[in-house]
């Protein structure tokens, strides 16, 4: 398996094919929260990188089916009814209903790469289980795309992409080639971090743009938890994940 990651979201700095297999990691917040909805029993999450669009979509939607989630500069979009924490998408607030999400970066990462032939969500809860995913597809090509921040650099992103890279190596029962640089230098830092995740979350420019503004405690420690969901969240329809 030939493994790449490019970590911008914006249009130039992704490559220009269409993968077998896209794994879309935005640790803080938006791919922690789509896991921990599925989890929850949302019906499935239309991303959408523009916010006119997906008021006119939620709007279709039979009103006591629908949520619209999400943030811009990390904090929640006005007159929406979540924000992007993973700890909003409660069972009793989602169960059975879609989920119209747009966030920074995230959402935006995962229209990038919509054209994969298989596209998944990552966050660290559900590395395992994207990881195993992607080795029962005995892929040749695996594109993972790290969201950022607005087209820059991600540690988040970076360790997890790291996180899955290891598990990959361990796990795959062939060859598994560390294509570019970037992945090397993830797969470093995983190891540096990987018994305090929670710490490299914190160190990260968009950990420390989280806590100043607010008490975002919960969301770190839930962000920063390896390999405690079982939830493979896919995109089942052009902008629609949904679980397997
Ligand atoms: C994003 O998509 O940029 C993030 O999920 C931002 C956030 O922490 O809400």
Same mark, same amino acid.
């Given at each position: 398996m030939i493994i790449n990651l490019t970590y911008y979201h914006v249009a130039n700095d992704v490559p220009e094919i269409n993968p077998d297999v896209a794994v879309v990691i935005d640790v803080l917040r938006a791919t922690t929260t789509i896991s921990w909805a599925l989890k929850n029993g949302a019906d499935s999450i239309q991303v959408f990188a523009d916010l006119n669009l997906l008021k006119t979509s939620a709007m279709k939607w039979p009103a006591d089916k629908r949520l619209m989630l999400g943030e811009r500069g990390g904090k929640k979009i006005d007159g929406?009814? *979540?924000?992007?924490?993973? *700890?909003?998408?409660k069972k009793e607030t989602v169960l059975g209903k879609r989920l119209f999400m747009s966030t920074t970066n995230g959402t935006k990462s995962l229209k990038e790469v919509q054209n994969a032939k298989h596209l998944f969500a990552m966050g660290l809860p559900n590395r395992k289980a994207v990881a195993d995913k992607i080795i029962s597809l005995n892929t040749e090509n695996l594109l993972i795309l790290g969201s950022g921040w607005e087209g820059s650099y991600s540690l988040e992103d970076s360790l997890a992409a790291g996180a899955l890279a290891s598990y990959l190596k361990t796990n795959f029962n062939s060859e598994v080639n560390i294509a570019n640089d970037e992945l090397q230098a993830a797969l470093a830092l995983w190891y540096f971090w990987e018994n305090d995740i929670l710490q490299c979350l914190k160190t990260a420019t968009h950990g420390k743009r989280l806590t100043s503004l607010g008490d975002y405690e919960d969301d770190f420690k839930c962000c920063s938890e390896l390999d405690c969901l079982d939830i493979v969240p896919f995109?089942?329809?052009?902008?629609v994940i949904r679980a397997s």
């Open positions: 929406f009814d *979540l924000g992007n924490s993973p *700890l909003s998408v995109q089942a329809e052009r902008g």
